[in-house]
């Protein structure tokens, strides 16, 4: 069974940063199309990065993370990290992580709040 556990989430202030991790365990990673994504309460769902299988996974992003958050992976980890710069107070969600093309079972995801 695959699990998806999410960590680094935390309280920080408009400007700050946070990096988050995802560990990937029960089946390959490599192979694996990730992505990052955010719930805001009240709010559905949203996949705000992804990366590509592979060693050089290509690297997509929503508009409004764009230049501000970065989406990598380490193969050998089975973890996808997600680097989140100048945060704003709009960046407060429940943060998770997943396959972009299927979805396992979510986990428990990672609170990120950003005060302003």
């Known amino acids: 069974q695959v699990q998806l556990v999410e960590s680094g989430g935390g309280l920080v202030r408009t400007g700050g940063s946070l990096r988050l991790s995802c560990v990937v365990s029960g089946r390959s990673f490599r192979d694996l199309i990730m992505g990052w994504y955010r719930q805001a309460p009240g709010k559905q769902r949203e996949l705000v990065a992804r990366i590509n299988s592979g060693d050089g996974g290509g690297t997509n992003y929503a508009d409004s993370v764009k230049g501000r958050f970065t989406i990598s992976r380490a193969n050998a980890e089975s973890t996808v990290y997600l680097q989140m710069n100048s945060l704003k107070p709009e960046d407060t969600a429940l943060y998770y992580c997943?396959?972009?093309?299927?979805?396992?079972?979510w986990g428990q995801g990672t609170q990120v709040t950003v005060s302003s």
């Open positions: 997943n396959r972009v093309d299927f979805w396992y079972s």
